[in-house]
């Protein structure tokens, strides 16, 4: 295989190591496995690398992103519940310097009113919600036309 012409940092924050079992109404049936795999088989084709994680921790979320910087062409995140009340994890994003895709399998606006505002949103380039795991692929897509015009 080419050496990848970019590394991309994939986070995932709180409860998605339980998507499949966790309210499959609102986030599919989908694994986070299912969205790793379908990340790194589309990264692939783009002549990128992945780096997928997930944590529940929101200091270890901003220590990721804290390592990031000067390690990856962008990032793709779902912050997960940290969306909503994080601003330590909007701090560590503002200093990283590549383009910033937010992702949500749901549509954060058609849920509760504490789903509304997001501490991402005004640190990324765009946000891409209510496509369940393909909303990963999508963001793939749009780094791609950033990274490479």
Do not use: W
């Not at 058609?110 to 990324?124: C, L, N």
């Amino acid at each position: 295989m080419a050496t990848p012409r970019h590394n991309i940092l994939v986070l995932n924050g709180p409860n998605l190591n339980m998507l499949g079992v966790r309210e499959p109404q609102v986030y599919g049936f989908h694994t986070l496995a299912d969205i790793e795999a379908d990340c790194q088989e589309y990264a692939e084709e783009l002549g990128f690398a992945v780096d997928f994680r997930q944590t529940n921790s929101e200091g270890e979320l901003v220590t990721l992103i804290q390592q990031a910087r000067g390690a990856c062409s962008g990032l793709v995140i779902n912050a997960g519940a940290y969306t909503h009340t994080s601003i330590a994890i909007h701090d560590a994003l503002k200093i990283l310097e590549v383009p910033i895709i937010e992702v949500h399998l749901s549509n954060p606006q058609a849920r509760e009113a504490f789903r509304h505002t997001s501490y991402i949103s005004p640190v990324a380039k765009g946000t891409i919600c209510g496509f369940g795991g393909h909303g990963y692929i999508l963001a793939l897509n749009a780094l791609r036309s950033l990274l490479e015009g």
